[in-house]
């Protein structure tokens, strides 16, 4: 047996049949000859380089240019790698979900029965909660593969819709699936954002402001931007011993805080359910410890720290004074 079939043998079923497709299309080594420039799907691997530079962006050290240069190929191979998979324009979501368990549920909208992503929709729900965004104008940051702009679109209608992220990847992506007269997608850096001052009613931030650089910087373009009395829909992981600093940082900055929840059991219940699923989506090249602490799998860092309470997943709701 030769080292390729040995390994799609090891294969889990779904795994073997997206190595199958994706083989299917990528031209066989022996039809062309070596830098005939032949097309293959170019899909990057998540590996210990790439995201060692930028995990939980703490390394003061290092340049902000080059943390965010770190994190824009990470999420580039990310959605390539998506893109490349056979669920890839069903692939909205970059979060690790929301399982309810009866307590404090905030959400106004319920799910339909069947729901693709249904975890992650749920958490884009919660976050929003009563929130009033009907009519509004709605800035996503780090909106990833648009899947908060589609929950949004699909439950609230809204006036306008603008989704910003540092990944062109993710852009290009949004741009292809999420075609509606209402809504636009930009390239751009959470810490300056390429608004005029107070132009949204809403800023939603969805599990990406863990790899900014200086968060403090993105927290001052959402009051920015911010219309006075406009809502700012907050959550991410935090380091527990950080997050009394970060909410007073946001009060002085003029941001009332109207809510606050933690949600770790939720979202470890989530990981719990979708992590080995969601795994299914990517190469199996990739560094096995990398692929499973972006999507939280029990035996994960993130996971752990969240487990032990080191960290907190959180939803924050603060309004412009
Ligand atoms: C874990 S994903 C979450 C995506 C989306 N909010 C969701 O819930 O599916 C984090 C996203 O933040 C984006 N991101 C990271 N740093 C950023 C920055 N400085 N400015 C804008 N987006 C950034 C990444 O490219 C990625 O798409």
Redesign the pocket.
Known sequence: MSDVEHRLDRLSPERRRLAERLAARAPSPSSSPPGAGQARPSVDLLTHDLVERFRTAERESEPSVAK?AA??R??DA??GQLDASVAHEHS????YGYVADGHNERAVVELPRYALNRN?MK??LEVVGDCEVGGRTVL??????G??ISVLNRFFDPRALVG????PA?IDFCRRTHTSPRMRFAV????ALPFDDRQFDTVI?????H???DVGA?YAEVARVLVSGGRFLYSDTIPTRALHDRIEQLVSMGLSLELSRDITPNVLRSCDEAAAINMQAFSAENVPEVLSD?LGAPESRTYQLMQSRRMVYGIWRFRRV
Do not use: M
Request: proline share 2%; aromatic share 14%; glycine share 8%.
């Open positions: 965010k994190v824009r990470f999420y990310v959605n909205l979501f970059l979060n992650c958490l884009v996503d940051v780090g909106c990833g593969r899947g908060t910003v992220d540092l990944s993710a751009a850096d959470a810490e931030n969805v599990e990406s402001s790899s900014y650089p993105f972006f």
